[in-house]
Nanobody, 115 residues
Framework: VQLVESGGGSVKPGESLRLSCTAS????????MRWFRQAPGKERDLVAT????????NYVDSVKGRFTISRDNSKNTVYLQMNSLKPEDTAVYYC?????????WGQGTQVTVSS
């Protein structure tokens, strides 16, 4: 089982990034997918959730209207489109797979927002 995130980087406030997380080793379409983030010295917090067939999404209040979670089950990939980034969005972003048969974490990708 593997979850591999990509797309992180360093941007200025107001810019955008799109994170990707590609899964292997399990039936991706059967799993709810989530993005978490962890800032230095803080706990890992849930950012967004998408149901297995993308018919339901949820976001933490601080990213509503700026972030969009989506998935492509044909590519075993979940995305996090992040617009209007703020310095407080700086964190390591992790994808997470939640299913009846298991729970899996990716290794994380760093997002830094700074002027």
């Amino acid at each position: 089982v593997q979850l591999v995130e990509s797309g992180g980087g360093s941007v200025k406030p107001g810019e955008s990034l799109r994170l990707s997380c590609t899964a292997s080793g399990f039936t991706f379409s059967s799993y709810e997918m989530r993005w978490f983030r962890q800032a230095p010295g803080k706990e890992r917090d849930l950012v967004a959730t998408i149901s297995s067939f993308a018919d339901n999404t949820n976001y933490v209040d601080s990213v509503k209207g700026r972030f969009t979670i989506s998935r492509d089950n044909s590519k075993n990939t979940v995305y996090l489109q992040m617009n209007s980034l703020k310095p407080e969005d700086t964190a390591v972003y992790y994808c997470y797979a939640l299913g009846v048969k298991g729970r899996y974490w990716g290794q994380g990708t760093q997002v830094t927002v700074s002027s």
